[in-house]
């Protein structure tokens, strides 16, 4: 500890700028130091070996309540390695918020970060897959896809047993209507699939009593194929 009456001076932004002047190339300021002005120097390296690597990949975590700016300190991390060339970035964003920043001047959220443009303007080429783009490669993943969407669920099959049946005979009587996994995203596919819950020994599968089976019928009637198709 220093004495009493040692002097004590403030940090600015000049002396942390000469202290760090032989690394001013490899900093990346991530906003102002918690509770005062001088911006925050940081190093991000990338994972390969060299001047501004790491030699190893690592792993960082983010944690906070909701509102707390987890996903703006996302994107800014984000940010902070696209400036290697040589680096790619992989998001999963259930949300579509990163997708929607991917855009051209597009922002959300309270504190705007224009990841895209500011990606781009970096070299770095972005590319959107929605669940639309993904290849089925098992029937097994159609279930489990099937099984976790919104589609079950709105003909008053909830989540358990008679949903995961539901799923497999599905899947089961669309594969001896000879139909492709790589077809499974059109319309006929879809309509041969309506077509399947519509029969009487399909739904003895999953519902044995002629009370759900009515309650399960009265559904599939009210709802729109069209919707259901667009939409789950």
């Not at 001076?9 to 760090?20: C, G, I, R």
């Not at 690394?23 to 120097?41: A, C, E, M, N, T």
């Not at 790619?88 to 920043?101: K, M, S, T």
Request: with cysteine; glycine share 8%; net charge neutral.
């Amino acid at each position: 500890m220093p004495s009493t009456g040692t002097a004590i001076h403030l940090v600015t932004d000049d002396v942390l700028d000469e202290l760090l002047h032989p690394y001013r190339h490899q900093i990346f300021y991530l906003g102002h130091v918690y509770g005062s002005k001088p911006k925050l120097p940081l190093w991000f390296k990338h994972f390969a070996s060299g001047p501004d690597g790491a030699g190893e990949a690592y792993h960082l975590g983010i944690f906070g309540k909701t509102g707390s700016g987890k996903s703006v300190l996302a994107k800014m991390l984000l940010l902070a390695y696209a400036r290697y060339r040589k680096m790619a970035l992989l998001v999963i964003d259930p949300q579509g918020e990163f997708a929607r920043d991917m855009k051209r001047h597009g922002t959300s959220g309270e504190f705007a970060v224009a990841v895209g443009d500011v990606a781009r303007s970096l070299g770095k080429q972005s590319v959107v897959l929605t669940v639309r783009n993904l290849v089925l490669d098992r029937w097994e993943l159609f279930e489990q896809i099937l099984f976790e969407s919104s589609f079950f669920e709105r003909l008053t099959v909830p989540k358990g047993e008679n949903r995961e049946l539901a799923c497999g005979i599905l899947a089961d009587k669309l594969q001896k209507a000879h139909v492709a996994l790589k077809d499974l995203h059109a319309r006929a596919s879809f309509d041969r699939g309506w077509q399947v819950l519509q029969d009487d020994k399909t739904q003895r599968v999953f519902y044995r009593t002629d009370a759900s089976r009515a309650r399960f019928n009265d559904a599939l009637h009210d709802a729109d194929p069209n919707e259901f198709f667009n939409q789950y």
